[in-house]
């Protein structure tokens, strides 16, 4: 099974930070890696597909990186509507989820 | 719009069954792999099971199988979970979504339901 590790669990931000979530898979998988947002109370809301691409209707702010075993979601200046907690996800081989990042205000 | 609805969910005791449905709208259901997932109180997401757009593959995680039974019904565009031999630990919301794209199997989730909250207690 392909275990994913996002770093850090907990990130403190202000409005207006650059913030960088990190995702790292157990075994190489291509660029076959989503990431998520997800709200208290809500659904997850899917942000970036393959790696890099940003799903119709996101801001641009949001970008996706990475390839193989080493993945980025980089949010280019944090906005209000951003704190929430963000997943990623494999689907090289099954499906499997990172443990999340919950980003909070400093 | 594109949209899936849970229902079904609910209290039931350490051993019992209970049927998930999901409804599905605004798109060509039977186009679509679907899957459940799962997210157990203050933790993070579990991906349950797969289930290929025509039915003809299904895949679970370790954790349900052989307790839990994906299907679907594409002449009434829904979405079904049996889980049976239920513990303790399956306990959260369970979430439907659909994949990104038509005919695929391994691709990112682009909608998802409201979910459903299951808890199983005596």
């Known amino acids: 099974d392909i275990q994913m590790t996002q770093s850090p669990s907990t990130l403190s931000a202000s409005v207006g930070d650059r913030v960088t979530i990190t995702c790292r898979a157990s075994q190489s998988i291509s660029t076959w890696l989503a990431w998520y947002q997800q709200k208290p109370g809500k659904a997850p809301k899917l942000l970036i597909y393959?790696?890099?691409s940003l799903e119709s209707g996101v801001p641009s702010r949001f970008s996706g990186s990475g390839s193989g075993t080493e993945f980025t979601l980089t949010i280019s200046s944090l906005q209000p509507d951003d704190f929430a907690t963000y997943y990623c996800?494999?689907?090289?081989?099954?499906?499997?989820f990172g443990q999340g990042t919950k980003v909070e205000i400093k | 719009q594109v949209q899936l609805v849970e229902s079904g969910g609910g209290v039931v005791q350490p051993g019992g069954s209970l049927r998930l449905s999901c409804a599905a709208s605004?798109?060509?259901?039977?186009?679509?792999?679907m899957h459940w997932v799962r997210q157990a109180p203050g933790k993070g997401l579990e991906w349950v099971a797969f289930i290929r757009y025509d039915g003809s593959d299904k895949y679970y995680a370790d954790s349900v199988r052989g307790r839990f039974t994906i299907s679907r019904d594409n002449s009434r565009n829904t979405l079904y979970l049996q889980m049976n031999s239920l513990r303790a630990e399956d306990t959260a919301v369970y979430y439907c979504?659909?994949?990104?794209?038509?005919?695929?199997?391994?691709?990112?989730?682009?909608?998802w339901g409201q979910g459903t909250m299951v808890t199983v207690s005596s």
């Open positions: 979504a659909k994949l990104r794209a038509a005919g695929t199997t391994w691709d990112a989730f682009d909608v």
């Open positions: 996800q494999q689907y090289n081989s099954y499906w499997t």
């Open positions: 393959k790696a890099s």
């Open positions: 605004g798109f060509t259901f039977s186009s679509y792999g």
